[in-house]
C-alpha cells in the first residue's frame, strides 16, 4: 500500500478488509436561537470535539450581530450518526445547563460525509438536521450524474498491482532492436536509451502480460521474409512493432523531434518559418498515429491498461477510442508542456487537448508542466481542475480525468549488476588512468541548440580564463538521434561545437566524444567525474542527474556535485545541486570553482541525503505507483456508459447513465400516442438554449431581434396553449420585462422568469400580472453584495454586475481565464464570510457568481406548479419538460421524483439539449430538434380530425431542422422554402 493511499484510508476510517466503511467524517456547524444575549453560549454533547458532557470543554457559540439572538458555532468535524448534545449557558462562574422536556438531550442525525447544520430553538426544543452533500458531489449530480458507489470507492479503494494485469505500453521506439547474430539468424538487443529499457525491464519482471508496440528501424535492404523474421522475434520478447516507409519515418521524427519538441519547451524561433504550422507535416504526424492505434487495437483484449508515453503519440488516444469507447487509456508525457500563452500559437492546439482529454490519467514530471496543461485547458477549452480526495482531477462530459505528478527514478539494482560487468570496469579503469589527480567535470548533450552546449563551452571558456592553473579536465559526451531530414544542419551544429572546443581548449583540459555511448560508457564517465554539469535551455526530463547520485553511491563515493540549469525538469529532485542561469556564464564559471572548493564533509551529508531519496523512489516505484492510480482511474462502471460523439480528430467522449438515449422516432411515437390518450397534460419548457439558440462561444441568444422568437416556435407554443388540456410553461432566468416582451401574444401560456421567482399566467384578455414564488421579508443583504460586487467589478476588467429583483450576479465570461476563476473564487470565500448565516444560496457556475435567497430555483418553481395543477385540475397523467443547461436539472430531479406516483412513469419525459450528463431520460442535439420534435409529437393528436397525412407531419419537423440548422460558428442558414405549422392549423 502507497503512503497516500495509507492516509486516505486512515483518515476516511476504512477497514482495508472487505472495505467496510466504519468512521464517516463530517463537517459540523451549530446555529441556536436562544431566549436572551445574557452570558456566553456553549454546544456541549456526545463526542468529544464538543465536550464529552464537559461543560469546561463544550464549544462556544458566538452571534455576529449583538442585536442578534442567533449564535453559531465555528465548523468542526464529528462522526457521523446519532449526535446528543445540549446548550450550556456561562454566567462568570456560574454555569447553567438548558432546560429541554423530559431532561432528554437535542438529538440530530448526521449523514455520512455530509457538511451539516444543526439548526435548534431553545424555546421551542426542536431540532433541524440540514445534511448538505459534499460539494463535489453536488456538482455532479448537477450534471446528471447520480452517486455511484463504484465511483465514490476509486479515491478511497487500496489498490495494488497485482503482476497479472493486461498492459500495453506505446512508445516512439521499441526498447529493443534487432541484430543479426553470428549464426545468421535475428536477434534482439536492449537499446541503450535511460528511460524507455530501464521500463522495459521492470515492466517485463513485474508483468508477464506486458505488451509493447514501438517503431522499429529496418536495415535497407533486406526482404520481406528477413522482416517477418524479425517481426516474430520481436512478438516473442512480446514487442510489436509500428514499420514505416522511409519517407513517412524521416518526416514523422523530423516534426517530433525539431518541430514538436522545441515548441513544447517553450522554444519558438520568429527565424524557422514557423513549420510547426506546416499541415503536411501534421498530416503525417496524425497518420503516424493512427497507425500505432491499430496496432495497439489489434493486441486489444479484456479492457487493457494503455500506456501511451510521451509527445510522438499525442493524438493516438482520440485514434483508439473511435474503435473502442471503454479503453482505459493513460499518456505520460516525459518532457515539458508549454506555457498556455506559447501553446496557443499553435494550430492543433484544441485536437491535441481533445486527444489528450480523451485518457483516464495524464502524467507528467513535474507540477510545472501539469499545471501548464491546466491552464491551457482552462484558457483553451474552458475546463477547469480541482482537487478530488487528494487526487488532481479534471472533469468533462461526466468524466473524471486524473492528473498524476510524479518524478521517475532509475533501476538501482540493475545498475549494480552491470557496473561489475567487464565492459563498465574497463572503460572505468581507462577513464581514470587519463584522468588521474584531475577535477573531471563530466557531461552528456544530444546535439540541439536546446541543450545549451554553446553556454556550456562559454562558461568554461570564463571560468579557465580567471583560474588557468587549476588541474582540471572537462569531458563532453555529444550523441544525436539519427533521422534524414534535418541531418545536414545537425550535422553543422556538431561541426560548430567541435570547432569551438578545438579553438578554445587543449587535448589534455577538453576531451569530446561523439556517436554512440553505451550505457557502460555513460556510468563509467560518472563514476570518474567529480562535478557533473547541465546547463540545457530547456530540458522536460532527464534521468542523467539521479543516475550520477546512483552511480557514486553505489562505488561509496559519498560526494560528488551537480551543477544543474534551473531549466532543468530535475531541479527539484535534488537537493545538492548547484542551479546555475545557462544564460549567464559569468554564474557558470562562479559554480565550477564552487565545486572545486566545496566543503567535503557538507558535501557528503547532503549527497547521502540524495542517494537515500535516489534509491528508495526507483524506476519500479515509480511504475507501480503510476499503474495503481491507472487502473483506479477507470471510468467504467455498470451504472454508466461511455459514448463518443463528433467525427474524426475532434472526437470527445461523454460519461452518461446508461438508461440515456437520444430521442428517437421510437420514443417520439410512444410520446405522441400518450399525448393522445391523456387528458391532464404538462409542458415545460426552459427559454435560452431551448426554445431559441445560443451563442457557443458566449453562452447568449444570437437572435438578431431578441424579444422575437422564429415564427415556428411561437405558432407551436400557441397550438399547445390553444388546447385546455395541456398546461403550458416557459421557464427563464431572465427578467420579467424580456419574458413578457417575448410571449405576451401567446394567450394562456405560463411565463416564469428569474428561475422561478415570478410566474405568471397570460390570461385571455393578455393581461399578465407576476407573482411571487415565496415572501422574502428581509432584502437589506443586497446593499452588502452590490457594494462588494461592484469592488470586485472595479479590480477585474472585462466584470460585469447584474441586478435582478430576486438575485445579483457577478459575470466574469469575458475576464481573462485564469484571472477571472481566481476572483470568482475570491468572491465566493468572500461572500460566504459575510453571507454565512442568512438563507441565501450563492451559486458558481461556469462564468457567474449569483446570490439569490434561499430555495429559488426552477425544481421549486416546479414542485409547487405541479402541486397546484393536480390540486385545481386534478391527476396529471402527462409531462413533458425541456432544457439544456445545469439550472434545469433542478427540474429533472423534482420530475423524476413524482415519477414514482402511479400513472406518471410511463408518461414523464425529461428532454435536454446537447449530448452531456443530465439526470434527462433523453437528449436532442440542438434547439432546433425542439420545436421540430413537439410538431411530431403534438400534430399527429388532430389526425382523426383531419386531412393531414401523418407524412406530412414529420415532414414540417424535418423542415423545420432544416430551416434553423446551424454552422460551426452558430450563425443560422435560412432556407428557401420551408413549411410552416400554420399550414396545419386546426379551426
Known amino acids: 500500500m502507497c503512503i497516500r493511499d495509507s492516509i486516505n484510508a486512515e483518515y476516511m476510517g476504512i477497514s482495508i478488509e472487505g472495505f467496510i466503511m466504519e468512521k464517516r467524517q463530517c463537517m459540523v456547524r451549530f446555529e441556536c436561537t436562544c431566549k436572551t444575549a445574557i452570558g456566553s453560549i456553549y454546544v456541549v454533547g456526545s463526542q468529544p470535539e464538543i465536550g464529552s458532557w464537559d461543560a469546561a470543554k463544550g464549544l462556544l457559540m458566538s452571534n455576529h450581530l449583538e442585536s442578534s439572538l442567533v449564535y453559531s458555532s465555528p465548523e468542526i468535524e ?46 421551542e426544543q426542536g431540532v433541524v438536521c440540514i445534511n448538505a452533500e459534499d460539494r463535489s458531489l453536488q456538482r455532479r ?36 532492436v534487432p541484430f543479426k547474430q553470428e549464426d545468421g539468424k535475428w536477434g534482439i538487443r536492449i537499446t541503450n536509451k535511460p528511460m524507455y529499457p530501464m521500463l522495459y525491464r521492470i515492466i517485463t519482471r513485474e508483468f508477464k502480460k506486458a505488451k509493447w508496440v514501438g517503431y522499429c528501424r529496418i536495415p535497407e535492404g533486406i526482404s520481406q521474409q528477413e522482416i517477418d523474421e524479425i517481426e516474430a522475434v520481436l512478438n516473442k520478447n512480446n514487442c510489436f512493432p509500428v514499420f514505416l516507409d522511409n519517407s513517412v519515418q524521416a518526416k514523422f521524427f523530423y516534426y517530433c523531434e525539431d518541430i514538436l519538441f522545441p515548441f513544447f519547451h517553450n522554444f519558438v524561433d520568429p527565424t524557422d518559418n514557423f513549420q510547426y504550422l506546416s499541415s503536411e507535416y501534421w498530416e503525417t504526424y496524425v497518420s503516424v498515429n493512427r497507425k500505432f492505434a491499430s496496432t495497439i487495437i489489434s493486441l486489444t483484449s479484456s479492457n487493457p491498461l494503455i500506456w501511451i508515453n510521451d509527445i510522438h503519440l499525442l493524438m493516438c488516444p482520440v485514434q483508439i477510442i473511435r474503435k473502442s469507447e471503454y479503453a482505459n487509456i493513460g499518456i505520460y508525457i516525459h518532457s515539458s508542456f508549454p506555457a498556455a500563452e506559447i501553446y496557443r500559437i499553435f494550430p492543433y492546439r484544441e485536437e491535441i487537448l481533445g486527444s489528450m482529454l480523451c485518457c483516464n490519467i495524464l502524467g507528467f514530471h513535474i507540477f510545472t508542466y501539469a499545471r501548464h496543461f491546466l491552464i491551457a485547458c482552462r484558457r483553451i477549452l474552458g475546463i477547469t481542475h480541482k482537487m478530488n480526495n487528494g487526487f488532481l482531477t479534471l472533469e468533462t462530459g461526466g468524466r473524471t480525468i486524473f492528473v498524476k505528478v510524479n518524478h521517475a527514478g532509475v533501476d538501482i539494482e540493475y545498475q549494480k549488476d552491470m557496473m561489475k560487468s567487464e565492459e563498465f570496469l574497463k572503460e572505468y579503469n581507462q577513464l581514470a588512468k587519463s584522468c588521474q589527480g584531475k577535477h573531471v567535470f563530466g557531461s552528456i548533450d544530444r546535439i540541439h541548440p536546446l541543450s545549451g552546449i554553446t553556454q556550456k563551452i562559454a562558461g568554461y571558456k570564463e571560468f579557465l580564463k580567471k583560474h588557468p592553473s ?142 537515500q531519496k535516489v534509491s528508495q523512489s526507483t524506476i519500479s516505484d515509480w511504475t507501480k505507483s503510476w499503474i495503481s492510480d491507472h487502473i483506479r482511474a477507470n471510468n467504467r462502471t455498470s451504472k454508466t456508459i461511455i459514448m463518443s460523439v463528433g467525427m474524426g ?71 399547445l396553449c390553444a388546447d385546455k388540456m395541456n398546461t403550458v410553461c416557459v421557464v427563464s432566468g431572465r427578467n420579467r420585462e424580456k419574458m413578457k416582451a417575448r410571449f405576451s401574444k401567446i394567450k394562456h401560456l405560463g411565463i416564469v422568469s428569474e428561475n422561478g421567482f415570478y410566474f405568471a399566467w397570460n390570461d385571455q384578455k393578455g393581461e399578465i400580472v407576476f407573482d411571487k414564488l415565496m415572501e422574502v421579508n428581509d432584502w437589506g443583504w443586497r446593499a452588502t453584495v452590490v457594494s462588494i ?137 440542438d434547439y432546433s430538434e425542439v420545436v421540430s420534435s413537439l410538431i411530431e409529437i403534438v400534430l399527429p393528436s388532430v389526425e382523426e380530425n383531419s386531412n393531414i397525412p401523418i407524412q406530412f407531419v414529420k415532414q414540417a419537423g424535418e423542415d423545420y431542422r432544416n430551416k434553423f440548422s446551424f454552422t460551426p460558428k452558430g450563425e443560422p442558414l435560412r432556407a428557401a422554402t420551408s413549411v410552416h405549422l400554420d399550414k396545419f392549423k386546426l379551426e
Not at 458507489?149 to 526498447?175: D, M, T
Not at 440515456?660 to 415545460?684: C, D, H, T, W
Open 78 to 123: 464529528l462522526n457521523s450518526g446519532i449526535l446528543e448534545f445540549k446548550i450550556v449557558r456561562k454566567i462568570g462562574s456560574n454555569v447553567q445547563w438548558e432546560v429541554t422536556t423530559d431532561t432528554k438531550n437535542h438529538v440530530a442525525d448526521i449523514s455520512p460525509y455530509s457538511n451539516a447544520i444543526i439548526k435548534f430553538n431553545e424555546e
Open 649 to 719: 480528430k475532434t472526437t470527445r467522449l461523454l460519461k452518461m447513465r446508461n438508461d440515456f438515449s437520444p430521442l428517437n422516432e421510437v420514443v417520439k411515437s410512444a410520446m405522441a400516442k400518450g399525448y393522445q390518450r391523456s387528458k391532464n397534460r404538462v409542458i415545460i419548457l426552459d427559454n435560452e438554449g431551448t426554445l431559441c439558440p445560443l451563442d457557443p462561444h458566449k453562452g447568449c441568444e444570437i437572435l438578431s431581434d431578441k424579444s422575437a422568437l422564429p415564427e415556428e416556435t411561437m405558432n407551436i407554443l400557441t397550438e
Open 470 to 611: 587549476l588541474n582540471i579536465k572537462f569531458i563532453q559526451y555529444l550523441w544525436n538521434i539519427p533521422k534524414e531530414e534535418g541531418k545536414e544542419s545537425e550535422d553543422e551544429e556538431q561541426k560548430k561545437v567541435l570547432e569551438e572546443i578545438s579553438k578554445n581548449f587543449s587535448r589534455d583540459t577538453f576531451e569530446c566524444r561523439c556517436g554512440h555511448i553505451s550505457k557502460e560508457d555513460r556510468w563509467a564517465l560518472m563514476a570518474v567525474s567529480d562535478t557533473w554539469v547541465i546547463t540545457s535551455l530547456r530540458q522536460g526530463f532527464s534521468l542523467y542527474p539521479l543516475e550520477f547520485v546512483s552511480v557514486k553511491g553505489i562505488l561509496g563515493k559519498s560526494s560528488g556535485n551537480i551543477i544543474l540549469s534551473q531549466f532543468s525538469g530535475s531541479v527539484s529532485t535534488i537537493s545538492s545541486s548547484i542551479m546555475v542561469n545557462p544564460y549567464d556564464t559569468s554564474e557558470i564559471a562562479k559554480a565550477l570553482k564552487a565545486c572545486i572548493n566545496a566543503d567535503k564533509l557538507k558535501q557528503m551529508a547532503i549527497f547521502e541525503k540524495d542517494y
Open 789 to 925: 460586487m461592484t469592488s470586485y467589478q472595479e479590480r477585474t476588467d472585462g466584470s460585469r454586475v447584474s441586478k435582478k429583483d430576486s438575485s445579483l450576479i457577478w459575470h466574469y465570461r469575458d475576464v481573462d481565464a485564469d484571472f477571472g476563476i481566481k476572483e470568482a473564487n475570491e468572491l465566493v470565500a468572500h461572500l460566504h464570510t459575510i453571507l454565512e448565516y442568512l438563507p441565501l444560496d450563492i451559486i458558481h457556475e461556469k462564468d457567474y457568481v449569483e446570490v439569490r435567497p434561499k430555495g429559488v430555483n426552477k425544481g421549486t418553481y416546479v414542485k409547487k406548479l405541479l402541486n397546484d395543477i393536480e390540486r385545481t385540475k386534478g391527476k396529471i397523467d402527462y409531462l413533458i419538460c425541456i432544457g439544456d443547461n445545469n439550472s434545469d436539472e433542478e427540474m429533472f430531479r423534482v420530475i423524476k421524483e413524482r415519477r414514482k406516483t402511479p400513472g406518471l412513469d410511463k408518461n414523464t419525459y425529461c428532454i435536454t439539449v446537447g449530448q452531456k450528463a443530465s439526470l434527462a431520460d433523453y437528449y436532442v442535439n
Open 141 to 176: 449530480r448537477n450534471r446528471g450524474m447520480s452517486f455511484d458507489k463504484e465511483e465514490a470507492e476509486k479515491f478511497v479503494k487500496v489498490i495494488e498491482p497485482s503482476g497479472k494485469e493486461n498492459i500495453i505500453i506505446a512508445c516512439a521506439y521499441l526498447p529493443v
